[in-house]
């Protein structure tokens, strides 16, 4: 690929955008050392060309002669330049409200330098926020004229629309940028920046974190500008691994043409580096503008040749039953005593290599549950198997294999080999109590073997006077346990119900200070209909299974048939089975959903309720003459209150299938229908808002009100308000929008743009990324995240369980935990109507059905012919 701008070419000053002439033959590109200084297109795409206008055009032309001016370097003038450091304190003074920092600012200018908008004076140097000189193109050209107040005012107009396009650009031309620079230059921020994106690439889902890991500083990017380009031939040397960034290739074998078509995500080149082969295809680029990562020979030969050998397998009878890996020493700084990971291994083998390794006195301090939960690099192996060993490693069997290990009292073991596995059981117990609670003690086996346990300590601590630290943690779980048994009874006999509208499930009492969590064993009273819509009331534990639901209601409803489902039935008539073994049914419905049970072969008989169409039963509450600020305010409270009530099992739960271990997911199901309930609320507002003056201010609330959530940090509600508003049955209300200020207009454009889901909604994770808790999570992408890991990756493998997945499950739960992990305090504004607007926003008025919202909408603002 060739760079640099062709000399000699003129450029007079004009009223619209101009793009920089082709890249010419300066310098040729070499793709061994990618240079970030340097473009990585022959010409910038329109809408970077038309950004870069609009930024020189307000520099030249808003009287800031101090940022572009002329300097002289070296013998010879400079025209119209400006230092890094200038040009991103002039972007923050713009006062954009989607600009978060400093570096955010800095990245804009790459984007624009990286397509040859910008660049630095002498070629040498990407952006820098640093006195550090960069030339728009035209200046280089030799521009001489300034612009008009046409184009000032046109500049003006376009701004924001810019602004946006360089904010959007920015991640992906700030991680190129770091990509282009040689491995041993990357800091460590930028390392782990490299790392998250190789995480979620597609050809390397197969390779350990650790191995990723040692990848982000080996990778090398490289671009090549022209279709047909060809890559390599076949029958070359293998001298790197690709894999696609951006765009796409063909795979061309002699005699054969075109064998395949390889896309984002996908690589090749390996075969012939593993084999030391001549390359078996000619490649060749698809479509302009592709972007590759490289791992050159030496590299891969070091990192994924040698994964076998930085790998120890311990067998036993001949089989192995623990595979460790060696783990990177630039890894090692928060624990430099571990030196293996666990990759996979047997529970048992993993059980017992956690208490001789994480747990001995050479053990990191300090509780799970006490400490301050971040994503470093350091070893979470103990965590990881506290979170996670429901899925291999049922409690039942847990429990055994720890009695044995602090009961063993073999003759032939010393007694310092008996009291350390007696230390390092009681020390397991107490981690796995104060970092798991209630599941722990709500299970029986755990706790008798908890009570067996606490007895014993006592008296082994008669004949061993040094147990007298584990007396004291036993004591502290046993405490731990009192405390939860009197919250249980204290909660005894708690009982919600399911109305009939629809409404969200509630306590019986109608209680709605603060908010209780839902216990598998307590009482929901729901409706189940039949076919003819009549219907029964029942009243059940909440862990009860669907059978027993259908068996129940069939009774009452005088139904008799051999084969029987009970199914839901949406507001939108789509129907979903349950499994007999499913549990929490009440609570897993959707907005507007209901219960049925009918014969299995008269399922497509089943027909929603007419009220189902209809919007839910809500409070009545006149937005307009609400406080925004006291409304997110207890919004905030009211979803900080279910979301605490989620424990993290609950995600292993929802994602294995909850029937997979008789447990119930009621507590994540209502976080999660708060979401879809908040979304679908404000469309139901805008859409029976007949009134357009008024239906103008209640959009304008709305997009204060999702402001207001992200100062709260409440990303759910916030991610759910503008989600409901970039709902088809509201965007198309085109007279709303027009007569909508401005200023809202671009704030929601913001919006939008922090929850674009491109990249794995890579702006949303970068911006939450920097916040501190406590904060509302996102949790449907909590929950993608979950299910990804889930179906990409084998539970077991060989016979082995696959730790790695269990590792990378652990880590979107911990996420939960680094959210939670201060309690929530904020101010309140001044209160008005405190009660009223607590029990309207606990219980909001929806419709979820599609088609009905889109009919509303057409009512309002039938479609221009």
């Known amino acids: 690929m060739q760079t640099g701008f062709g000399p000699g070419v003129s450029s007079s000053p004009s009223p619209t955008p101009q793009s920089p002439p082709p ?185 350990s974190n650790s191995v990723k890991r040692e990848l982000a500083a080996a990778v090398v990017f490289e671009a090549h500008a022209r279709a047909g380009t060809v890559l390599f031939n076949q029958g070359d040397e293998g001298r790197s691994w690709y894999i696609i960034l951006h765009g796409s290739v063909d795979v061309v074998i002699h005699g054969k043409g075109v064998v395949t078509t390889l896309q984002e995500g996908d690589d090749f080149g390996k075969l012939a580096l593993i084999n030391d082969a001549p390359r078996a295809a000619t490649i060749v680029l698809r479509e302009d503008n592709c972007h590759f990562l490289r791992v050159d020979k030496d590299a891969f030969n070091r990192i994924l040749r040698d994964v076998e050998a930085n790998t120890v397998r311990l067998k036993e009878h001949g089989k192995d039953v623990l595979v460790l890996e060696k783990i990177s020493p630039s890894h090692t700084h928060a624990y430099s005593h571990f030196k293996y990971t666990v990759m996979a291994g047997t529970p048992q083998k993993m059980l017992e290599h956690l208490l001789e390794t994480r747990l001995d006195s050479r053990g990191a301090g300090g509780s799970v549950g006490g400490r301050d939960v971040t994503m470093s690099a350091c070893d979470h192996f103990l965590e990881d198997f506290l979170l996670t060993h429901i899925v291999f490693m049922p409690a039942k069997q847990l429990v055994s294999e720890l009695a044995r290990h602090y009961r063993i009292d073999s003759p032939a073991q010393d007694r310092d080999f008996i009291l350390a596995c007696k230390r390092r059981v009681v020390q397991f117990v107490h981690r796995w109590a104060v970092a798991i609670r209630h599941p722990v003690f709500d299970d029986r086996t755990c706790r008798e073997f908890i009570e067996e346990l606490a007895t014993e300590v006592e008296a082994d601590c008669m004949q061993w006077s040094s147990l007298q630290e584990e007396a004291s943690l036993i004591h502290h779980v046993m405490s731990q346990l009192r405390r939860y048994q ?122 929603c309720l007419p009220e189902q169409e209809t919007a839910t039963e809500g409070l009545e509450c006149d937005l307009e003459l609400v406080s925004t600020r006291e409304l997110a305010y207890h919004m905030t409270l009211f979803d900080w209150d279910l979301f605490w009530c989620v424990h993290e099992y609950e995600l292993i739960y929802h994602t294995f299938g909850r029937h997979n271990f008789g447990q119930i997911t009621s507590n994540l199901d209502v976080f999660l229908r708060r979401f ?52 088809v049955a509201v965007s198309r209300l085109s007279m709303t929008w027009e007569k909508l200020p401005s200023k809202f207009r671009k704030l929601f454009t913001e919006f939008e743009s922090l929850i674009d889901p491109s990249r794995n909604h890579r702006a949303y994770r970068i911006s939450v990324g920097k916040l501190q808790p406590p904060m509302v999570p996102f949790m449907p992408l909590l929950i993608k995240d979950m299910t990804f890991v889930h179906e990409g990756n084998k539970t077991c493998v060989d016979g082995l369980v696959n730790f790695e997945k269990m590792h990378m499950l652990a880590q979107t739960m911990r996420t939960i935990r680094y959210c939670r992990s201060r309690h929530l305090v904020l101010e ?38």
Request: glycine share 4%.
């Open 23 to 207: 890249l010419a033959s300066r310098r040729p590109h070499s793709p061994d050392t990618p240079n970030p200084a340097e473009p990585v297109t022959e010409t910038p795409s329109p809408q970077m060309a038309r950004a870069g206008w609009v930024l020189r055009t307000l520099l030249l032309g808003r009287g800031a002669p101090s940022v572009l001016r002329d300097h002289k370097s070296g013998g010879r003038l400079l025209r119209r330049c400006a230092a890094g450091s200038d040009l991103v304190d002039w972007l923050l003074a713009l006062g954009w409200v989607a600009l978060r920092s400093r570096s955010h600012a800095a990245a804009m200018w790459q984007a624009l330098l990286e397509e040859g908008v910008i660049a630095h004076v002498s070629g040498e140097h990407p952006f820098k926020d640093k006195c550090v000189l960069y030339q728009f193109w035209q200046d280089m050209e030799g521009a001489t004229a300034l612009p008009t107040d046409d184009d000032v005012a046109e500049a003006e107009d376009q701004l924001n629309a810019s602004l946006m396009a360089l904010s959007m650009q920015a991640p992906d031309a700030h991680l190129r940028m770091i990509l282009r620079k040689q491995g041993h230059e990357r800091t460590a921020e930028e390392l782990e920046t490299i790392y998250e994106e190789l995480v979620h690439i597609k050809a390397l889902a197969h390779l």
């Open 486 to 607: 009197d919250e249980r009874t204290q909660h005894a006999g708690q009982m919600w119900k399911l109305p009939p509208c629809g409404q969200p499930v509630s306590l019986f009492s109608g209680s709605t200070e603060g908010r209780t969590m839902i216990r598998p064993t307590d009482d929901i009273i729901f409706r189940v209909y039949c076919a003819d819509h009549t219907y029964c009331t029942l009243r059940f534990p909440m862990n009860t299974t669907a059978d027993v639901i259908k068996v129940t209601a069939a009774d009452k409803l005088k139904i008799r048939h051999d084969d029987l489902a009970l199914a839901e039935v949406k507001s939108t008539g789509e129907r979903i089975v349950f499994r007999d073994s499913d549990l929490g049914l009440p609570t897993s419905l959707s907005l507007n959903g209901r219960i049925f049970v009918s014969p299995r072969d008269h399922m497509d008989a089943l027909t």
């Open 676 to 727: 879809n309930e908040i979304q679908y609320w404000v469309v139901t507002e805008l859409c029976m808002t007949q009134s357009l003056s008024k239906r103008v201010q209640i959009l304008r609330k709305f997009i204060k009100l999702a402001a207001y959530c992200k100062e709260y940090q409440n990303l759910n509600a916030f991610f759910a308000i503008v989600m409901g508003l970039s709902n």
């Open 828 to 865: 309140p504004p001044s209160p008005k109507t405190e009660m009223e607007l607590r029990s309207y926003i606990s219980c909001l008025r929806t419709i979820d059905n599609q088609r009905v919202l889109t009919s509303l909408s057409q009512k309002l603002e039938p479609r221009r012919s």
